[in-house]
């Protein structure tokens, strides 16, 4: 079965990091791309960026928002991938999402986890 | 940046109707690349719809999807109890990936 844990949510400053956690369970995590997502309270949903496989580059892609603070890795040998946030904004402040993404060419988000919230405010 | 519009944001429907959903894109995409997610409060999204009419593992038949260009319908043909939520469709062909803003179905 496949599962998709996140954890490393908190109340954080701004201008502060911090890191999130996702452990998978159930597939090979070099099989697959990997991506992060996130809602604010209240409003919709948001891509902020995804990973691909170490076997097919291991090169990363962001949104527009969060590009040049934030960066997607894998732990293969843990079967985790990390979202590494930086100099956070209060905008930032959103449940996370990890999920898994089919392929290159099929792009689409399968299977994500629950989410992880995440508080910027002094 | 594709900009997906949803229509209506609000549908009110009985259990046994019919749901039509829309979506319309500022841009062309390709029908590969279009995907239609179910979200209840406080759970995670879950795919219904990719390749705008391929349904997900697990998904009822009475969810459909169709379109092409710049337009894409999401349909739920008899709405059972456990259909209203929020809706919303999501272009992954182009970066920067996009969703629409939602439509939720509710009861009427």
């Known amino acids: 079965e496949v599962q998709l844990v996140e954890s490393g949510g908190d109340l954080v400053q701004p201008g502060r990091s911090l890191r999130l956690s996702c452990t998978a369970s159930?597939?090979?995590?070099?099989?697959?791309?990997m991506s992060w997502f996130r809602q604010a309270p209240g409003g919709g949903l948001e891509w902020v960026g995804f990973?691909?496989?170490?076997?097919?580059?291991?090169?990363?892609d962001y949104a527009p928002s969060v590009k040049d603070r934030f960066s997607i890795s894998l732990d293969d040998s843990k079967s985790i991938a990390y979202l590494q946030m930086n100099t956070l904004k209060t905008e930032d402040t959103a449940v996370y999402f990890c999920?898994?993404?089919?392929?290159?060419?099929?792009?689409?988000?399968?299977?994500w986890g629950q989410g992880t919230l995440v508080t910027v405010s002094s | 940046e594709i900009v997906l519009t949803q229509s209506p944001g609000t549908l009110s429907l009985s259990p046994g109707e019919r749901a039509t959903l829309s979506c319309r894109a500022t841009?062309?995409?390709?029908?590969?690349?279009l995907a239609w997610f179910q979200q209840k409060p406080g759970q995670a999204p879950r795919l219904l719809i990719y390749?705008?009419?391929t349904r997900a593992t697990g998904i009822p038949a009475r969810f459909s999807g169709s379109g092409s260009g710049t337009d894409f319908t999401l349909t739920i043909t008899r709405l059972e109890p456990e259909d209203f939520a929020m809706y919303y469709c999501?272009?992954?062909?182009?970066?920067?990936?996009?969703f629409g803003q939602g439509t939720k179905v509710e009861i009427k």
């Open positions: 999501q272009q992954y062909g182009y970066s920067p990936w996009t």
């Open positions: 159930g597939f090979n995590l070099d099989d697959y791309l």
């Open positions: 990973i691909r496989s170490k076997g097919n580059g291991g090169t990363p």
């Open positions: 999920a898994r993404v089919i392929s290159d060419w099929m792009s689409v988000a399968d299977y």
């Open positions: 390749a705008t009419s």
């Open positions: 841009q062309s995409i390709s029908s590969t690349y």
